[in-house]
C-alpha cells in the first residue's frame, strides 16, 4: 500500500469511525474522590488514634508515629481488596518529568500452601526500586543498585483502574541507599518546609499570634493536542518525538482565532468528560476545559491543591490524558510545540502561600496598602525573581521548551514580573518612601439594563509576562507542557524562604527605630530599590524590552536549554539550595548533570528521526514523483507537445538540497569530542538543530510540490482538523 493509500484510508476510518459509546455519567457526589484513600475514609477506617496521628501529619507535616503505620496499613489493604486491588505499587517521580512505578502483590503463601493477603506497616513505609537504573547523575555507580521509595503521608494513596482491575498507588519519595534525592518529591517537600520556617519568622515579627504551618498551594492549567491515532501511526516523529519533525503549514492555520474557546467537537467533549470522571475518582478537582487557540489544542484547569498534593496530581493527570485518549482513538501530544507554525502547549503554574490562620498571603485584599503581611510577602516574590531569575529559566529548560519560548503564546526567556497598575503604583510609592491608598478598578457599566454592574478588576492581566500577577496569587507563565510541576515548585519556595529570611533580619532591625508600618516601607523600600528591575508591565515581546532588559537592567535573556543548565552549576545557586537545606551540592550536581543528558539524547534522538524519515520516506516519495514527472514530459514531447520542466528542475533541485542537508547532519552528529557538557549542549543547539532545520525546509518544500497521492506522511491540515 502506498503512502497516500494508506492516507486515505486512514481518513476514511477517521470520518467513518463509530462513535465511542457514551455511558450516562453518575452524579458527582458518588464518584468524587471514590478511589482515594483520603482523610474522610481514614475517619471512617481508622482507631480514633491512628486517624488523629495521619490528620496531623498530613496538615504539619510532623513526624507519623511507626506504630500508627501498622493500623493505617492494614486498613488501606483492606479497603483496596474490597473494591478488588490485588496488587499495591509505591509510586514515585525521579528526574525524568515522567512517573515511575513498581507492583508487587498482597499475596503471600503459608507453611500449608495456602494463599493469604499481607500489608504490613515496614511493606507501606519501604519499597525497594532499582537505584542506579534511573537517571542520577553520578549519585550511584552502576553496580550500586540499590533505591529506596518512602510512602509520603502527606499525598493520599489512591486506586489505579484498568480493564482488569484496580491497583493500589502510594505516593512515595525515591531516595538512594546512602540518603540522596534522587527524585522531584523529597525536594519538594524540603522547599516547603523551607519556606514555613522563614514565613513563620517575618509573621512573628509582625506580631501575629497564632500561625499554623504554612504552605504553598499550585493549580496548574494543562495544555495538549489530540490527534487521531491512525494519523499518529504513520508518523514515527509523533510516536517516538511527540512532535512533527517535517510538515508544511495548512493553508488554514489559526489565523482567524476561531478555534480559541469555540465549540468544542462532540468526540473530543466525550473525551474530556470520560477524563474528567477518571479524576474526579481520584479526588482530582478538574474545573475548567475548552478549545484552545490553535487547531487540534485543548486545555484543562484544576484548582489549587497543596503543592504537594498538586504536584503529585499534575502527574496523574497527564497519565490520565494519554491512556484516556488511546481508549477514544487518539493520542495526547503534551509536547510544547507538536507543530511548527502554529502556538504550542505550556502549563501556566498559579503558585501562592498561606495557612488556616493568616490565609492566603499573596491575597492583598480590597486595600492592598493597608495589608503589611502581604506587601512583604509580595516583595519577597520580587526579590527572588530579580536575584534568582536564571534559575526560573533553568528549572523551565527543556528541548522542547526551547521551540516555545519567546513565540506568541509563550513569554520571553527573560524573567521579569508584572504586578498590574494598582500593586506597581504601590511598589513606586513604597521606592519614595511613602505607603499611599491604592485605587480599585471601579464600576463596569455597560449601559444595558439586563446585564448587572460589577466590579472592574484593578489591573488587566500580562500574557507577555513570565511571572505575572494575577489577583492573588502569581501565575509562572513559562513552565512547559510535558514538564513536572515539582522543579518550578522547589525554586519558588526556595527563592521565597531566603527572600523572607532576609527580610526578617532587616525588619527586626528596622522595627527598633520605628512603626511597623514605617519598618515595612524601610525595608521595602530597600528591596525595591535594588531588585525592581525586575518589574515590567509592558510588552515582553518587543526588541525594546528585550535590549532594556539585558543592556539596562542586567537581566539575563538564556533563549536555549544549553544556555540555561549551566546556571545550576553557579556557586549563588549551589549556596541557596545548600543553605536552605533544599539540595545538597552533590544533588544538586547530579541534577545538573541528568538534564544536561536529558536535553542531549532529546537532540539527538530527534536528528537520528530526520535523517530516517527523510531517507526513507521522502526521499523515495520524491523520487518517484520525479521519475514520474519526466516520463510525462518525455512521452509529451514525442506526441510533439512540450511541457514545462520547471516543476521537475524545482524538485530536482530541493530533493538534492535536502539530502545535502541530511549529509550534514549526520556529520554534525558524529560528532562527540567534547571538552564539556556544556559544549556538547552548545553543539546540540546551534549545530544539530540548525542542520535539522535545513533538512526539514527542503522537505517541506516538496511536500508541496510532489504529488499528493505520492506523499507517504499526513498532513499538517489533516491531522490538526480531522476529528
Not at 500508627?68 to 488501606?76: G, L, N, Y
Not at 474490597?82 to 498482597?106: L, Q
Not at 504550542?344 to 486595600?367: A, E, I, R, Y
Not at 527586626?508 to 525595608?523: D, H, I, R, W
Request: net charge negative; charged share 20%.
Amino acid at each position: 500500500m502506498s503512502g497516500n493509500e494508506s492516507r486515505l484510508q486512514a481518513i476514511y476510518q477517521i470520518t467513518n469511525r463509530e462513535d465511542t459509546p457514551v455511558k450516562m455519567p453518575k452524579k458527582l457526589k458518588k464518584i468524587w474522590a471514590e478511589d482515594v484513600f483520603n482523610l474522610a475514609k481514614m475517619e471512617e477506617l481508622l482507631s480514633k488514634k491512628a486517624f488523629k496521628g495521619m490528620k496531623k501529619t498530613i496538615a504539619t507535616g510532623e513526624a507519623l508515629d511507626p506504630a500508627i503505620a501498622d493500623v493505617v496499613a492494614a486498613a488501606m489493604k483492606d479497603w483496596a481488596i474490597a473494591k478488588g486491588a490485588k496488587f499495591f505499587s509505591h509510586i514515585f517521580y525521579p528526574m525524568t518529568n515522567a512517573t515511575a512505578e513498581k507492583h508487587d502483590g498482597f499475596i503471600v503463601t503459608n507453611p500449608e500452601g495456602n494463599a493469604i493477603t499481607e500489608f504490613t506497616g515496614s511493606l507501606l513505609i519501604k519499597g525497594e526500586p532499582d537505584g542506579s537504573s534511573f537517571p542520577n547523575g553520578g549519585l550511584r555507580a552502576t553496580n550500586a543498585a540499590r533505591g529506596h521509595t518512602a510512602w509520603d503521608p502527606t499525598s493520599p494513596a489512591y486506586l489505579m483502574q484498568t480493564a482488569n482491575g484496580p491497583t493500589l498507588m502510594i505516593p512515595s519519595v525515591f531516595l538512594s541507599w546512602t540518603g540522596e534525592a534522587l527524585d522531584k518529591k523529597i525536594p519538594l517537600l524540603r522547599s516547603n518546609a523551607a519556606m514555613n520556617e522563614a514565613a513563620q519568622k517575618v509573621l512573628k515579627l509582625m506580631g501575629e499570634k497564632e500561625i499554623s504551618t504554612l504552605n504553598s498551594s499550585c493549580g496548574a492549567e494543562q495544555e495538549y493536542f489530540l490527534v487521531d491515532e491512525n494519523f499518529a501511526a504513520m508518523r514515527p516523529d509523533l510516536l517516538l518525538a511527540g512532535r512533527t519533525l517535517f510538515g508544511a503549514p495548512s493553508a488554514k492555520g489559526q489565523e482567524f482565532d476561531d478555534h480559541y474557546f469555540g465549540a468544542i467537537p462532540a468526540r473530543v467533549q466525550v473525551f474530556m468528560q470520560d477524563v474528567e470522571d477518571i479524576l474526579y475518582k481520584l479526588g482530582i478537582p478538574a474545573k475548567t476545559h475548552h478549545n484552545e487557540v490553535a487547531p487540534g489544542q485543548f486545555e484543562i484547569a484544576p484548582y489549587y491543591e497543596a503543592a504537594n498534593v498538586a504536584a503529585d496530581h499534575q502527574q496523574l493527570l497527564m497519565t490520565v490524558l494519554k491512556s484516556t485518549a488511546k481508549k477514544h482513538g487518539f493520542i495526547c501530544l503534551l509536547h510544547e510545540k507538536p507543530f511548527a507554525g502554529i502556538n504550542g502547549s505550556g502549563k501556566h503554574v498559579n503558585w501562592s502561600v498561606g495557612n488556616s490562620t493568616q490565609g492566603n498571603l499573596l491575597d492583598p485584599g480590597n486595600t492592598p496598602h493597608d495589608n503589611l503581611n502581604f506587601l512583604l510577602f509580595c516583595g519577597a516574590v520580587i526579590r527572588g525573581v530579580h536575584k534568582f531569575g536564571p534559575l526560573l529559566r533553568a528549572v523551565i529548560a527543556s528541548a522542547g521548551n526551547d521551540h516555545r519560548l519567546g513565540a506568541n503564546e509563550a513569554p520571553p526567556a527573560i524573567l521579569s514580573v508584572y504586578l498590574g497598575d494598582q500593586l506597581e503604583k504601590i511598589f513606586n510609592d513604597i521606592k519614595e518612601g511613602k505607603l499611599t491608598g491604592s485605587e480599585g478598578g471601579g464600576i463596569m457599566d455597560l449601559g444595558l439594563a439586563q446585564i448587572l454592574n460589577f466590579a472592574k478588576d484593578p489591573g488587566d492581566r500580562n500574557r507577555t509576562s513570565p511571572f505575572a500577577f494575577t489577583g492573588n496569587r502569581f501565575e509562572f507563565r513559562a513552565v512547559g507542557s510535558a514538564q513536572s510541576v515539582a522543579g518550578p515548585l522547589i525554586a519558588m519556595n526556595t527563592m521565597l524562604a531566603d527572600s523572607l529570611n532576609w527580610i526578617a533580619v532587616e525588619l527586626e532591625e528596622a522595627l527598633k527605630n520605628g512603626s511597623q508600618e514605617e519598618a515595612v516601607v524601610a525595608v521595602l523600600q530597600k528591596l525595591i530599590n535594588k531588585h525592581g528591575q525586575a518589574v515590567f508591565g509592558g510588552d515582553g515581546y518587543s526588541a525594546e524590552w528585550h535590549k532594556e532588559a539585558v543592556d539596562e537592567r542586567g537581566l539575563k535573556n538564556l533563549p536555549t536549554t544549553a544556555d540555561a543548565l549551566p546556571v545550576l552549576d553557579e556557586d549563588y545557586v549551589k549556596d541557596l539550595f545548600s543553605d536552605m537545606g533544599v539540595l545538597s551540592n552533590e544533588e544538586l550536581a547530579s541534577r545538573y548533570a541528568v538534564y544536561s543528558e536529558q536535553y542531549i539524547l532529546s537532540i539527538e534522538m530527534e536528528a537520528k528521526l530526520v535523517i530516517d524519515m527523510a531517507k526513507t520516506s521522502i526521499y523515495p516519495a520524491a523520487t518517484r514523483y520525479l521519475g514520474d514527472l519526466a516520463s510525462a514530459i518525455a512521452v509529451a514531447k514525442d506526441t510533439g507537445v512540450d511541457l514545462s520542466t520547471t516543476t521537475v528542475e524545482k524538485v530536482a533541485e530541493l530533493i538534492s538540497a535536502m539530502m545535502a542537508s541530511v549529509d550534514d547532519l549526520i556529520d554534525a552528529l558524529a560528532q562527540h569530542d567534547f571538552d564539556s557538557i556544556e559544549a556538547h549542549m552548545q553543539h546540540c543547539a546551534n549545530n544539530i538543530r540548525s542542520a535539522m532545520d535545513d533538512v526539514r525546509a527542503s522537505a517541506d518544500a516538496l511536500e508541496v510540490e510532489v504529488a499528493d497521492d505520492m506523499w507517504p506522511l499526513p498532513k499538517y491540515q489533516e491531522m490538526l482538523f480531522i476529528k
